[in-house]
């Protein structure tokens, strides 16, 4: 089974120059980026989508960071799940702790979820806590937001969902800042034993588990494969065309 590396832009680069720079760069690689091993997914700034699309064809899909869930009507402002089609959009990240800071639920998250899968993009779904405290409240801090997220998703369809575990006090900081593979190993079997009770264990099964927080050169290795993970969602580190080339080289070796 290929790993599922997800460069999570978010809002940078901070010009479409730059953004071009770091696609020519990255498109120089482009075997390590999409091989027997590896399949990657770049999530850009909307803007940048079609750029995206049209320069990283070779070794990438595309991604929207999040997905607006009214499919009929008129929503200044928005941007409708055919619109993110029609540029090649294959993958949704849903409610990213950085969305659910601005106010998202995990209730809006799963109605998000339900129009993608009607849609056919496959919907990431980012779930999270915010502290690993000691008593172990996390456990059911994720059980109840995986839950939620999930709602009204039929079985059938159950299987075509991703899940990114992404603990929020992980995000952001420097490497030694990630969740260790030990600890992430038992998260990982955490979330499949949550995906068992809302679906059935052959279901769950084939749910990808992907890990995202302070990925880089020197922990990508060890944080997936034997941890469960079956991929990464790298923020920082995918909109530098050095390091996101040293974290993939890494896990092709
Ligand atoms: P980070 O971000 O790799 O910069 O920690 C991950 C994310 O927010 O998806």
């Known amino acids: ?10 809002n940078y680069p901070n010009s479409l120059d730059e953004a071009n720079t770091l696609l020519s760069t990255l498109s120089k690689k ?7 091993k590896i399949s990657t997914v770049i999530a850009p700034p909307l803007v940048y989508l079609e750029t995206v699309s049209k320069k990283a064809r070779r070794f990438a899909t ?3 960071q999040n997905l607006f869930y009214p499919k009929n009507g008129t929503y200044t402002g928005e941007v409708t799940v055919d619109v993110l089609k029609s540029f090649g959009v294959k993958l949704s990240i849903l409610g990213h702790s950085e969305q659910r800071k601005l ?7 799963s109605e998000k979820v339900r129009l993608a ?3 056919t993009i496959t919907p990431l779904v980012c779930v999270g806590e915010e502290e690993h405290d000691a008593e172990g409240n996390y ?15 039929k079985k059938s369809e159950a299987d075509k969902i991703m899940i990114a575990y992404e603990p929020v006090w992980a995000i952001g ?9 030990e600890e992430l190993t038992q998260m990982v079997i955490f979330i ?3 995906l068992t009770e809302l679906f059935s264990r052959s279901v769950a099964d084939k749910i990808p588990v992907l890990y995202g927080g302070s990925v880089d050169a020197y922990n990508a290795k060890s944080l997936v494969g034997k941890t469960g993970a079956r991929g990464l969602l790298i923020g920082r580190a995918s909109i530098n065309a050095k390091s996101f080339f040293e974290i993939v080289s890494s896990l092709v070796k």
Not at 1 to 7: E, H, T
Not at 139 to 153: H, K, N
Not at 173 to 181: D, F, T
């Open 1 to 10: 089974m290929k790993l599922i590396i997800v460069g999570n832009w978010k």
């Open 30 to 36: 482009s075997s390590v980026y999409k091989n027997s």
């Open 62 to 64: 595309v991604a929207s």
């Open 103 to 109: 106010g998202e639920t995990s209730e809006t998250v």
């Open 117 to 119: 899968l009607k849609s």
């Open 139 to 153: 456990f059911e801090i994720l059980r109840s937001q995986i839950a939620t997220s999930l709602q009204g998703v």
């Open 173 to 181: 900081s420097q490497s030694n800042g990630a969740m260790s593979p």
């Open 192 to 194: 499949k034993k949550v």
